[in-house]
């Protein structure tokens, strides 16, 4: 695999994901239920510093006929970013550091009556082979805040901080009916995945008008998300 500059930092923050993310620890009362519909669960953790809100997000959803490849593919591609994206105003892809790793500067909506935001992060794609080996690999995304030449901080925008994973596990359903695993129905395939997130809005922000903009919107944008990819996904053979 190709090493480049951002190599160490990157492989640091994905094991991270990797060890942390997928841990069931919802029974524990640190989480607390945001949004429920359907399969999909959102909680959010309260946690502030020097009075900005920090609120970790974690979210876990049940996607029917798609593969954790899929859904990780159109999360990372900057090609269909403004298709999925309803809360950006831009999206501009900076440098390709590697076939697995872009540099992205978005520029957010305003969501509240706060500045323009916008967030400079490298954006890493990978596989994770499972123990058994008839499972499918886990697939995921990390998109983490850096600086970049291209995408200097210029007022009144601020600068935003964001740390989002993407992990994605696919099960087959009557996985013995198939000696080829391409020829598998979309119908028998299950998306089991799990979004982390934790944005730092950068200046301040009143914490309730953010945690009422949080409710609100992260929801939203996963329902919208998963929607877009099961539209996408519908007539094309699976990507394994
Ligand atoms: C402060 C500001 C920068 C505006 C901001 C506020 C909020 C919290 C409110 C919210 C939640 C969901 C969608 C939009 N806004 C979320 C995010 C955010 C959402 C999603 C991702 S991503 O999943 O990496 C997809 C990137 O295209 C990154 C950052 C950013």
Known sequence: ????????????????????????????????????????????????????????????????????????????????????????????????????????????????????????FWSHIRSVSKENKNDLDDWIVVNYSTTHDSAPIKEPMI???ANVALICSTIILNRD???????????????????VAQVNPGGWAPANVLRAVYKREYPKFLKRFTQYVMDKTKKLPILL
């Not at 997000?57 to 994206?85: I, N, Q």
């Not at 305003?110 to 400079?120: K, L």
């Open 1 to 120: 695999v190709p090493r480049h500059r951002l190599s160490d930092e990157i492989e640091k923050i994905v094991q991270e994901h990797l060890k942390f993310d997928l841990v069931d620890d919802f029974n524990s009362n640190i989480w607390e239920l945001l949004a429920a519909d359907g399969e999909m669960k959102v909680y959010r953790r309260e946690l502030e510093e020097n009075g900005i809100v920090l609120d970790p997000l974690k979210a876990v959803h049940s996607v029917k006929g798609v593969t954790g490849h899929e859904v990780c593919k159109y999360f990372w591609d900057p090609a269909v970013r403004m298709e999925w994206e309803g809360t950006l105003d831009s999206s501009r892809m900076l440098e390709a550091l590697s076939d697995d790793t872009l540099i992205f500067n978005q520029v957010h909506k305003r969501v509240w009556p706060a500045a323009q935001r916008d967030t400079c």
């Open 177 to 195: 009916k198939y000696a080829d695993l391409s020829s598998v129905p979309r119908e028998n395939l299950v998306c089991k995945i799990t979004y």
């Open 159 to 161: 600068r935003a901080w």
